[in-house]
């Protein structure tokens, strides 16, 4: 199959065509070794987009967007290239194409797009995520785990929690149970800018550890303890807002962990862990008044084998890095997306599938 | 697939913890909180204590105490025991009546609760018809007696409680005979006092509170004397010989009174007032005692002037012209005298008067002349001055516990050389292990030593601080005795004195060093006084250097308290610790963490501010860090502030309670229901405050806050700081915003040590993100054993340190715990104990386990308080969690800040101001009570009335084979001080094969 393929710069353009294994795509390191190679530009870095079935520029940077880019082929893939302090990134996002009629004189002519401004979407490196509903596919669906990233931001949490009670079925009948629900949202505060979670939800978990049995003062220290990477689940107050599954076949992330895992406890195990690892070792050291660093972590020891093997399971979500298969959530091409499952056997995005990203 | 392995299902690990790790309250320590009644059995010679919560507790020869507790929680009104039984009945203020007796389980003696009984009147009678006031327990131990507010006295045979109702004693039938004129003038009302004839069972003496007394015959049914009392009545007490009883009442008088076979209506012998002519408060309890000079003792309670000494807590002992009229520190709750309680002795002979106050128990020594007290051996008032902190040594050498107990001793000459009294019971508990050292700080500047090797917490030696200082009160003001010829004799007993003349006295961090004797103690005013045991009186100059903390900070301005003046010149010292050097901190805040190190001559000291070290050996500071972050504000203006913004906060409070209440009328008013507007605003209050429960802030915590320069801990430590080749002394402090600083330190060789300074040079700098306050750092060896103490390994009770492999460092915050690499600080391992449970880290320390099954297996783990009172022991050097045991409710904050650990697996906590509750946690270290008394073989006889004679003859031989057992429980007293030479010796040998250091974390 042909590939076309064109290379940008401030003064002109060069166009190259070449053909790639559709099946066997390779990694997108090795394609941009391919592309540096093809257009003779060993040491420049280069932004790399392309153009969906929407005509979308769209950027590839790593393995997931590559792939998916390769996916959409039919059969020729256009390619953009740009010098990086050059780069244009206004000119990545929806219908970037289909608006304008030449995009290449929209990448050409810089100053162009000025004039009609349109939702700016920033590099990928730029974005870092704020918070996310996770688990989806294995929580009952009057319930949501929600995610708060505090790593980095400097924004407060901003909210507060209160006891108060609920109704449980029981095998006796319905029980007043007492429970921890939350009470007030800060304005500005992360919490309430995520708008994930509202006044009066009742919080289930914190970090995979049930809540219940618990007084208001553990609850706190445990959220203020886990104020890093706070994973709470909550039920809504409002149950008119949850997330409706499709058929369980359908989503093949939730096949595949529901599969392996018929009860959640390993699960929200998991999860925990992973959370641990995560908001890990950021101690700082000053050694004899030089400058301060990072702690790094010892030579793994048998105890602490398994848990870094999650740490690095994790990593890619980390960097705040989103995946490509989250911006596929701005298009509907279910059927090239199962094309694109198909083909990527990473076990690692799945864990993140479902996730709604709130910019 | 690890990870789905559930962690504590490795079954020889099982097995090992449970022969490690046991959790027991074992016994409580000082003097109960809120006593009530107070009960002895001269049979058994046993006391009985019951208090406000329901408990009661017996004691005996030092090490037997028994505890109970009612199920009801209702306060003890009154204790009695049987006669001749090992039984007790006490009357609750719910007017039940509970049947106790000790019994024999298991070769240990047991307090059990046997029955319980509430008198029941007949139907429709008012609850008073059956309100006990007065209980008397036969001599024939068969019937209780049970004077009530009605008047009536019911009978109840025991031990089933039984209402024996034809031998009711109803007030009809005692007015019977009385003259008319006395009976309108008034009715019986309630019994105040039940007395039985100390010669002839079948007679006993009731007394009325309006002042009717009478003699009531049980054989016969009826009223033998009238003896006609003017005033209100408040006791009675029969003399030795039944010929005579004496009463007394409410207008502070007492009377005596005849009793004989022809005058059925005596008139008072003698009517007194002691403490007259002026009016006088009542006299609530009085004894007629009989010696063999003639000259009887007469020891009576209250009486005095009620306007000029009304406020005294007295009790008078009257001996021909000797008259002292004791003075107590605290409300008197009940008192008893020993006396020969042979049947067959002609006089009482009083040897000894036990008072339980309030606050402290006092013994006072009848037989020496002048009256002193007696030491007591238990029941010590740890709370005379409030206790501000505590710190336990293990295993105290014995030539340091000689020293301290020479230097205790010389304190104590002003108490009297009588052997404890109450000396009932056979302590059977094996002897503790090891001596140990429990010291308190307290808030008048003294630190206590207690002896809390066993069962018994007795104070060894005070120390008091306060002379170093100027004060405003001289110690020596009021302590002089008064004159001779006051009247009247009042004499202060006691020693509960719980107002501090200054509370920057107030001690807040001890450390003793067991092997050198060097003590360090700091305070609320920023004091940190250096001390040596020196077993001679001196007069010394306390050397006095200053160290500020706030260095090179600018602009902060302390509105705290000053520091505490010193005095000028050489300052006399009793022979004990003897304070050399005095290290002021600036500004004067309070002492948060301490560290001394005996062999390099060293003391660390923190405060709010910063921390700094100095050389007690050449008496110079060698650094001070501060601490303070720049927008740390708090820190810098001393409580007063905090004090203004609780007020406001207060203030606040208050305001919306009253916007609320407003607000809810406005409510109310609205729906247009008048009547409802005129109820009681009260309700809506509630209801406002409902809506609005408590909430907590979820917030990240940021290096903004408040109080980050606290310095929560101190430690020294021999290890790799810097390279891995070369270990030097370091110091390690840790801050509550999550800092750990760790200082290189030169210190001299010994030969050049006064000649070269000590240097410190800052190397290392760690800060937690997770920002929680560091409550211990620790340095684990090659063979990831905690290093040793100061001077353990010199003195050969320790192995040298394993200074081969690498060490690790061990930091515990409140919320995590992480070990590091050493020198390269890495992260190795961590427990976040926070974020999995939602508790924190109050306390913790390393304690050595031992099993229980075989001698030479013992391991070092974490014993950690959380605040929510639950005690986790954690594994070293691998960080999991072994077990947990709930201890100490989570409300109770001051049990939780009092609690201490010890090196071995035991602790204790504050259960009141005034006791301690001793834990264990190791299956090897256990001090419990466990002792025996003897049940009396009297109980077998079939008790006849009428043959008193052969009864007496009965009781006597019983009484003195149980005589005889006191003897061999005395002598086991007096020979366990020689035993424990011997014991000494085998223990420093088993001292010596110790294989374990250790270095408390947490203090």
Redesign the interface.
Known sequence: MFLSHQHQCWFGAEFRRFSLERSKPGKFEEFYGLLQHVHKIPNVDVLVGYTDIHGDLLPINNDDNYHKAVSTANPLLRIFIQRKEDADYSAFGTDTMTRKKNVLSNVLRPDNHKKKPHIVISMPQDFRPVSSIIDVDILPETHRRVRLYKYGTDKPLGFYIRDGSSVRVTPHGLEKVPGIFISRLVPGGLAQSTGLLAVNDEVLEVNGIEVSGKSLDQVTDMMIANSRNLIITVRPANQRNNVVRNSRTSGSSGQSTESSLPSSTPNILANFLQGEEESDEEDIIIEDSGEPQQIPKAAPTSESLESLTQIELHESTQNGFLPSNEMNLNHSAGSISMEYEVQDPDPKSLEEDGTIITL | M???LRPGHDPVRERLKRDLFQFNKTVEHGFPHQPSALGYSPFLRLMAIGTRSGAIKLYGAPGVEFMGLHEENNTVMQIHFIPDQCQLVTLLDDNSLHLWSLKQHSGASELREEHRFTLKGPPGSPPSATQVTAVLPHSSREVLYLGTESGNIFVVELPSFRVVEDRTITSEAVLQRVPEDYCNRRSCELVEALREHPKNPDQILIGYSRGLIVLWDLQNNKVTHHFLGSQQLENLYWQRDGSKFISCHYDGSYTQWPVSSDNRHPEPLENFVPYGPFPCKAISKIYWQTTKNGLPYIIFQGGMPRASYGDRHSISVVHGSQQIAFDFTSRVIDFFIIFSSEPTAEFDDPSAMVVLAEEELVVIDLKTAGWPAVHPPYLASLHCSAITCSHHVSNIPLKLWERIISAGSKQNIHYSSMPWPIDGGTNIAPDPPQRDLLLTGHEDGTVRFWDASGVCLHLLYKLSTVRVFLTDADPNDNMNPLGEDEWPPLRKVGTFDPYSDDPRLGIQKIYLCKYSGYLAVAGTAGQVLVMELNDEDAEHVVDHAEADLLQDQEGYRWKGHEKLRTRDGPVRFEAGFQPFVLVQCQPPAVVTSLALHSEWKLVAFGTSHGFGLFDHQQKRLVFVKCTLHPSDQLALEGPLSRVKSLKKSLRQSFRRIRRSRVSGRKRRGGSGNASEVRGPPFRDTLQEMELA?????????SAEDSFTGFVRTLYFADTFL?DSSRHCPSLWAGTNGGTVYAFCLRVPPAERRMDEPVRAE?????????R?PVVGILVLDGRSNPLPEPLEVAHDLSKSPDMQGSHQLLVVSE??F?V??LPK??????L?L???????VRKVTVANFGSCKTDDYSENDLAVLT??GDIQIISLP?LKLQIRYPCIR?EDVSGIASCVFTKYGQGFYLISPSEFERFSLSTKWLVEPRCVVDMPEVTSNNHVHNKSGMENAVRKSSKQRHEGNIVTCLHSVVASSEVSCMWQESLERIGCSFCWKEEAVGR
């Open positions: 690890r990870r789905f429960p408590v909430q907590r802030k979820i917030e990240a915590r810097r800052q190397a290392k700098e760690i800060q937690l993100m997770h929680a919320e995590q992480k590091f690499t600080v890495s992260s190795k391992l961590k976040k926070t974020a999995l449970e939602g508790c924190r605040n929510l691998f989570k």
